[in-house]
């Protein structure tokens, strides 16, 4: 959002121009966007070195489930198929980040809390394949964070109203036809995971 938008207006009055500078027009309230940022500092030489090569392995799965209508996420699995997966070192800076977030985020009061562009660039990435799974190898001992966000589509039908109609004996008769729809969602998937020794094989469910 541009902090001032000016519009300059001249005028040529008797000969001698004027200007004038238009105010700064606030903007809708439904438009103001609020962005957070932890004020812990980031510690670049820390993040490097728990993301040097180790000897151990994060193997996963990612997936989500449809919400049943108690809100709880139930039934068949749905697989995430070739999403990037971002695996990020927690330090100090990112256990603030992930506390401020789930003191201040808010989508529906358009407010989010970021990572600083420096903190995000200390991070590896994997691809699912079409079963879900990914891999991290040559991982260090220490404790990361995992993310993705899943793309998936739900479907199903409804009666829409297609008009009246009445009988010989005068009883109305209200007549439907079946309509499907569809409803695309995105699901934040994440988890932490902790990696205790070199050379082991550490297995994590992402959902």
């Known amino acids: 959002m541009n902090l001032k ?4 207006t001249i005028m ?21 966007k609020q962005i957070f ?32 209508n108690m809100g709880f996420r139930a039934g068949a699995r749905i697989l995430a198929n ?25 989508f529906r009061k358009r407010r989010y809390v970021y990572l600083s562009t420096a903190a995000y660039m200390y991070r590896l990435e994997a691809i699912t394949n079409s079963d879900g799974k990914f891999t991290f190898p040559e991982m260090k001992p220490g404790k990361y964070f995992l ?3 899943l793309d998936w589509t739900s479907n199903g039908y409804y009666n829409e109203y ?4 009445y009988n010989s004996y005068g009883g109305q008769t209200n007549y439907y036809q079946q309509k499907k729809y569809t409803v695309d969602h995105q699901d934040r998937i994440e988890e932490f995971v902790e990696v205790k020794e070199n050379g082991e094989i550490v297995k994590v469910r992402l959902h």
């Open 37 to 68: 940022y932890p004020e812990v500092v980031f510690d670049s030489l820390q993040a490097k070195k728990m993301l040097a090569k180790g000897t151990a392995t994060i193997k996963g799965v990612a997936f989500t489930k449809a919400k049943n």
């Open 147 to 149: 993310q993705g966000f």
């Open 12 to 32: 040529i009055i008797g000969g001698v121009a004027y200007h004038s500078l238009a105010q700064y027009k606030e903007p809708e309230e439904k438009d103001k």
């Open 82 to 106: 070739q999403i990037k997966v971002v695996l990020l070192p927690v330090t100090p800076y990112f256990e603030a980040w992930y506390q401020l977030r789930k003191d201040k985020e808010n």
């Open 162 to 165: 297609t008009g009246s109609g």
């Open 5 to 8: 938008s000016f519009v300059l």
